[in-house]
Nanobody
Framework: VQLVESGGGLVQPGDSLRLSCAAS????????MGWYLQVPGRLRELVAS????????TFKDSAKGRFTISRDGARDTVFLQMNDLTPEDTGVYYC????????????????WGRGTQVPVSE
């Protein structure tokens, strides 16, 4: 599975931004897709996720009410709509996909994109 993000860039506080993640390859078994945020000196944290079977979603507390996650199943693409951005949203956003299989003794198998930068600054 290959994941390619797009849509990052410098924005000001209060702005909106939409990130996209296109999955390709053996995508049939993907059970969950989502977005993680990496800030220097901190652990990568899950921002939002969406299940491919029922479309149920999860959000970290600070994203609730501001961010939405959606999926276009026909194009294997996931979107993260971010509104009312703050400097605390600054970091590298990584697309993530999970397959509930075992590969080489690792279960489940997680795939990552290369990340897209989102600086939020005046």
């Amino acid at each position: 599975v290959q994941l390619v993000e797009s849509g990052g860039g410098l924005v000001q506080p209060g702005d909106s931004l939409r990130l996209s993640c296109a999955a390709s390859g053996s995508t049939v078994g993907i059970s969950v897709m989502g977005w993680y945020l990496q800030v220097p000196g901190r652990l990568r944290e899950l921002v939002a996720s969406i299940r491919t079977d029922d479309g149920s979603t999860t959000f970290k507390d600070s994203a609730k009410g501001r961010f939405t996650i959606s999926r276009d199943g026909a194009r294997d693409t996931v979107f993260l709509q971010m509104n009312d951005l703050t400097p605390e949203d600054t970091g590298v956003y990584y697309c993530w996909a999970k397959l509930p299989i075992c590969l080489g003794g690792v279960c489940p198998v997680n795939y990552w994109g290369r990340g897209t930068q989102v600086p939020v600054s005046e």
